[in-house]
């Protein structure tokens, strides 16, 4: 397959997730219900009050706030650490675990991102460079580790913890690790695949063509489904996130957040105890 037929399935792919996040998550109103997400509370005019009637933010603001997300919320995976006995609906018990988890994970998609734009600028065009010492190569074999012992790590401690209903159920709760899990083992395969095609020739044939399938299958799977599962709550938190802290720097009467005081209850008007 030419790499041009690869490039417009990509332009395709990206296309597909804005239209996706765009209707799913704008049109749907997704990446602006904090708080009503992290809290529920049983006040009717909360959302247009909270949402409807704010002031703006402004663009420096809400900029830095996107820095401070992506830099100590999403790559050092802050937003798991405890913050006055609230611990972001994660069970506290298995809190270092799963910070663990998906510090690998984001980290094993930083290092495949890594890879895939040296890659692409570095190799010849329809040529695929099988020295393992290529700067791609070790990248792309960094963050397909990272990724399988995150999404292992990730998957036991919920196992554990997680009482599902049956295959389907855990298949659509764990639908991300799962993904992650099966790209990056897949990759893995591949790469095999390439190698024995290098040695072996036409010998290796069917096993290039076994696995060239089995990993564009999860890439597939992954991208395009990825805003029609529960997975899609990351980007929205993303934005919850930069939300709260622009926010913070408003306060006064004019915030958008609840009270401090306010205790956090749930849909039967009891209160939710700290450290769930």
């Not at 995150?150 to 993904?179: F, H, Q």
């Not at 040695?199 to 489904?225: N, Q, R």
């Not at 720097?249 to 209850?265: F, I, V, Y």
Request: hydrophobic share 55%; with cysteine.
């Amino acid at each position: 397959m030419d790499w041009f037929i690869i490039d417009v399935l990509a332009i395709i792919t990206v296309l597909w997730i804005i239209a996706t996040f765009l209707y799913k998550g704008v049109k749907q109103y997704n990446v602006t219900r904090y708080p009503q997400i992290q809290i529920i509370i049983p006040y009717g005019q909360w959302e247009s009050k909270l949402l409807a009637n704010k002031p703006p933010m402004g663009a420096g603001r809400v900029i830095s706030a996107f820095f401070k997300t992506l830099f100590v919320d999403v790559l050092a995976m802050n937003i798991l650490k405890c913050e006055f006995g609230k611990s972001e609906r994660e069970i506290v018990r298995t809190r270092t675990a799963k910070r663990v988890a998906k510090l690998l994970i984001v980290w094993g998609f930083v290092f495949a991102g890594i890879a895939t734009t040296v890659a692409y600028i570095t190799f010849p065009h329809n040529m695929i460079v099988l020295d393992f010492t290529h700067p791609a190569r070790i990248a792309g074999m960094l963050g397909g580790v990272f990724m399988v012992v995150g999404a292992l790590i990730w998957l036991s401690v919920r196992y554990k913890e997680v009482n599902y209903r049956g295959i389907w159920d855990w298949l659509g709760a764990e639908y991300l690790p799962i993904m992650v899990l099966l790209l990056s083992i897949s990759e893995f395969v591949l790469q095999g695949a390439i190698l024995a095609w290098a040695y072996y020739g036409e010998a290796a044939e069917a096993f290039l063509t076994f696995a060239i399938h089995f990993h564009a299958i999860p890439v597939a799977l992954f991208f395009w489904a990825f805003f029609w599962t529960k997975a899609d709550h990351i980007v929205y938190r993303i934005f919850w996130r930069i939300y709260e802290y622009a926010d913070k720097e408003l306060a006064g009467a004019n915030t958008r957040l609840p009270p401090a005081t306010l205790k956090p209850l749930n849909k039967t008007g009891k209160e939710i105890q700290p450290g769930y």
